[in-house]
């Protein structure tokens, strides 16, 4: 199985902030990977899709990188509404397997 | 609009049984793959199972194989999860999601329905 590993867990940042989180793959994954942002008590929705693919309707703020088993997701300028929960995931092949999250909060 | 409206989730003794619903609306679904991904409170996505257009080709978390069957009714447009031998670690809210393309692209996901084992 796909091992995704995502740092850091948590991540602290003010409203303007850039921010980046690194998802790893314990083997290549070509570009299979999307990104996801989960609120509370929501269900996820998709951000990114094929490493690097602006989900439709997603703020232009939210970018992503990387091929292989290196990826990021970057949020360029966080506005109030980006506090929530990151995953990544990988559907390269099954079992389907996702990072552990990465809560980002207000500093 | 795409909904996807889970249920059937509830109270469930270790070693019974829960089957969920999905229900389907605002698109076609016979022309997706779908899948099961869960919450255990306080917790991370774990994917559960997925299953192609037509019900041909299934695929499971080793930790569900031999006790979830995943099925779909393309007609009324529904997805269903049968869980059997349920575990307290099943314990979680379940979201059924749709597959937006073949090669596994992860597109809308209901809201999820929560089950809860436990004696």
């Known amino acids: 199985d796909i091992q995704m590993t995502q740092s850091p867990s948590t991540l602290s940042a003010s409203i303007g902030d850039r921010v980046t989180i690194t998802c790893r793959a314990s083997?290549?994954?070509?570009?299979?990977l999307a990104w996801y942002q989960q609120k509370p008590g929501k269900a996820p929705n998709v951000l990114i899709y094929?490493?690097?693919s602006l989900e439709s309707g997603v703020p232009s703020r939210f970018s992503g990188s990387g091929s292989g088993t290196e990826f990021t997701l970057t949020i360029s300028s966080l506005q109030p509404d980006d506090f929530a929960t990151y995953y990544c995931?990988?559907?390269?092949?099954?079992?389907?397997?996702f990072g552990q999250g990465t809560r980002l909060e207000i500093k | 609009e795409v909904q996807l409206v889970a249920s059937g989730g509830g109270l469930a003794q270790p070693g019974g049984s829960l089957r969920l619903s999905c229900k389907a609306s605002?698109?076609?679904?016979?022309?997706?793959?779908m899948s099961w991904v869960r919450q255990a409170p306080g917790k991370g996505l774990e994917w559960v199972a997925s299953?192609?257009?037509?019900?041909?080709?299934?695929h499971y978390v080793d930790s569900v194989k031999g006790r979830f069957t995943i099925s779909r009714d393309n007609t009324q447009n529904s997805l269903y999860l049968q869980m059997n031998s349920l575990r307290d670690e099943d314990t979680a809210v379940y979201h059924c999601?749709?597959?937006?393309?073949?090669?596994?692209?992860?597109?809308?996901w209901g809201q999820g329905t929560l089950v809860t084992v436990s004696s």
């Open positions: 083997q290549s994954i070509s570009r299979w």
């Open positions: 605002g698109f076609t679904l016979s022309s997706y793959w």
């Open positions: 995931q990988h559907y390269d092949s099954y079992p389907l397997t």
């Open positions: 299953i192609k257009q037509d019900g041909s080709e299934k």
């Open positions: 999601a749709r597959v937006m393309e073949n090669n596994g692209r992860p597109g809308n």
């Open positions: 094929l490493a690097s």
